[in-house]
């Protein structure tokens, strides 16, 4: 189901930066998210909304700077056209709070070709043998 907050709610909740990236579509500097180095067995859900997004093991290395997976999980994220950079980009969002995560490129590792290049703030990382965290209402 979907959650739907105001902005000024969502801020109060959230750390600025990961604010700016999820609900003001910003992005944070490439090599600056621990995320990127993050290698445990887990799952990586929306800092918004504690959705979960993608599985640890769809992770890989892109050499970008910013955390990658080759896909999310079923139904967690949505899609539009962004013209931000003048050409055409895939953005993408979570589809249970709309939270900004990232953009999808055609340039990722088989099975699928795709990278999902996410802002590290707008992630969680959750180790496997922890219990996610209910999700936010």
């Not at 990236?21 to 800092?47: H, Q, Y």
Request: charged content about 25%.
């Amino acid at each position: 189901m979907k959650l739907v907050k105001s902005k000024a709610e969502w801020a109060a909740l959230l750390p600025q930066p990961a604010y700016r990236v999820l609900f003001e579509e910003d992005t944070e500097r490439s090599g600056t998210s621990p995320l990127n180095n993050e290698k445990r067995d887990g799952t990586f859900i929306c800092a918004a909304c504690f959705l979960p997004l993608f599985d640890s093991k769809a992770k890989f290395e892109s050499g970008t700077g910013w955390p990658s997976f080759w896909q999310p999980l079923p139904a967690a994220v949505v899609t539009k056209t962004d013209f931000k950079l003048i050409y055409p980009r895939t953005e993408y969002h979570c589809a249970r709070c709309s939270g900004h995560q990232g953009h999808v490129f055609n340039d990722g590792p088989k099975p699928t070709g795709k990278r999902y290049c996410n802002n590290g703030v707008a992630l969680q990382f959750v180790e496997r043998a922890d219990k996610l965290p209910e999700l936010r209402t």
